[in-house]
T-cell receptor
Framework: GQQLNQSPQSMFIQEGEDVSMNCTSSSIFNTWLWYKQDPGEGPVLLIALYKAGELTSNGRLTAQFGITRKDSFLNISASIPSDVGIYFCAGQNSGGSNYKLTFGKGTLLTVNP | GAVVSQHPSRVICKSGTSVKIECRSLDFQATTMFWYRQFPKQSLMLMATSNEGSKATYEQGVEKDKFLINHASLTLSTLTVTSAHPEDSSFYIC???????????FGSGTQLSVL
């Protein structure tokens, strides 16, 4: 089946620094999604990307859908302590009624104040 | 965004008992819901796809008789862990989509601890 490689596995940064993480896939996805998960909670959708080459921002977050449809990155600018959490990329090939997601292994972000 | 409610948030049970977890879409109708399992410091692993009015589709390696799924209405899917054992202890998360919204929204998860 499809697999996503997400990197880095973890990051330790100082408040105010920018962060970048990415996902690559062995095959094509039609949609890329980025989620954040806090401990003991379900993932919360941050950004959804639907078109190859698309660059989308949500506040301090920016994500891009790679031209090849096999990769995506997420940037966080001017990090703050509440950015701490696990960030997951997810690929989706929607068709008919199937919206099944394939998740990356996550990037654990720690922000030191 | 759309709201998906999951209950209970935490359950502790004895080995051999059954546990039911509910997933509700509060402000939209969900023809499809998904159940995931997540072990500590790991990613979400899809267990099954729950379809309203029909049988669930299970991923390879997931026992359908062990993890019973019922999607009786457009707003409710339930996952029952039957005869739970300590190795079933995990974080279970549901997600839901609607016909008009391809984005998947997640419940807040259920931490199951089997003693």
């Amino acid at each position: 089946g499809q697999q996503l490689n997400q990197s880095p596995q973890s990051m330790f940064i100082q408040e105010g620094e920018d962060v970048s993480m990415n996902c690559t896939s062995s095959s094509i996805f039609n949609t890329w999604l980025w989620y954040k998960q806090d401990p003991g909670e379900g993932p919360v959708l941050l950004i959804a990307l639907y078109k190859a080459g698309e660059l989308t921002s949500n506040g301090r977050l920016t994500a891009q859908f790679g031209i090849t449809r096999k990769d995506s990155f997420l940037n966080i600018s001017a990090s703050i302590p509440s950015d701490v959490g696990i960030y997951f990329c997810a690929g989706q090939n929607s068709g008919g009624s199937n919206y099944k997601l394939t998740f990356g292994k996550g990037t654990l972000l720690t922000v030191n104040p | 965004g759309a709201v998906v409610s999951q209950h209970p948030s935490r359950v502790i049970c004895k080995s051999g008992t059954s546990v039911k977890i509910e997933c509700r879409s509060l402000d939209f109708q969900a023809t499809t819901m998904f159940w995931y399992r997540q072990f500590p410091k790991q990613s979400l692993m899809l267990m099954a796809t729950s379809n309203e009015g029909s049988k669930a589709t299970y991923e390879q390696g997931v026992e359908k008789d062990k993890f019973l799924i019922n999607h009786a209405s457009l707003t409710l899917s339930t996952l029952t862990v039957t005869s739970a054992h300590p190795e079933d202890s995990s974080f279970y998360i549901c997600s839901a989509d609607s016909d008009s919204n391809e984005k998947l929204f997640f419940g807040s998860g259920t931490q199951l601890s089997v003693l």
